[in-house]
C-alpha cells in the first residue's frame, strides 16, 4: 500500500507515488491501494490502521510530511504507531543524502519499523529522495523483510 501526505497534491500530479507504483510493479510486487491524504496525523494514522487489516497489504510506504515545516506531521503519526523501530534505515537514508546533498541531510525523518507483522516505510516526499530510497534501500531488502516477518 502507498500513502501519500501533501495539502497540495492530487493524484494527477503525485510524480512521487506514482514513481513508488512503478518502481514496486517494474520489481514484480503488487500494489493493493494507494491513497493520497492530507497531513494530518489523524488521518495518516487512520489510513494506517485500515492497511493493518488488509491481510494483502504486506508493506506499507509513505511518502510526504518527513520534514521539519509546521505541517509536517507524518513521522510523529508514525512513529507513535511502530512496535518495532528499524533505526538503521532512516540513519542508512541520511547518509545516503547528506553525501549528496551535505547538510540538509540532518532535517529529514526518514523512518521505518514493523506494525503488525507488517513492513512500514516514511520517506520524504521529493521524487528524488523516493527514487533514492526505494532504489537504495526499500526494494533491496522488501522481499527479505516481508519473508523474516511471515516467519
Not at 518502481?23 to 487512520?46: C, F, M, R, S, W
Not at 509513505?62 to 533505526?87: H, Y
Not at 542508512?92 to 532535517?107: C, D, H, K, N, V
Not at 526505494?134 to 526494494?139: A, P, S
Request: charged share 25%; net charge negative; glycine share 8%.
Amino acid at each position: 500500500m502507498i500513502i501519500t501526505c501533501s495539502d497540495t497534491r492530487i493524484a494527477e500530479t503525485d510524480g512521487s507515488g506514482q514513481l513508488i507504483q512503478k518502481l514496486l510493479k517494474d520489481q514484480g510486487h503488487t500494489v493493493v491501494e494507494y491513497h493520497l491524504v492530507k497531513d494530518d496525523p489523524a488521518q495518516i494514522q487512520l489510513w494506517i490502521a485500515r492497511a493493518m487489516t488488509n491481510e494483502a497489504v504486506q508493506a506499507l510506504i509513505i511518502n510526504g510530511g518527513t520534514g521539519i515545516s509546521r505541517r509536517d506531521s507524518t513521522f510523529e503519526a508514525v512513529d507513535e504507531m511502530l512496535e518495532k523501530r528499524l533505526p538503521g534505515f532512516g540513519e542508512i537514508f541520511r547518509l545516503l543524502t547528506y553525501q549528496e546533498m551535505g547538510s540538509p541531510a540532518i532535517m529529514s525523518r526518514a523512518t521505518a519499523g514493523i506494525i503488525k507483522g507488517r513492513c512500514i516505510f516514511s520517506i520524504p516526499g521529493s521524487e528524488h529522495a523516493v527514487r533514492m530510497a526505494m532504489e537504495k534501500l526499500i526494494l533491496p531488502e522488501l522481499g527479505h523483510l516481508v519473508k523474516e516477518l511471515s516467519k
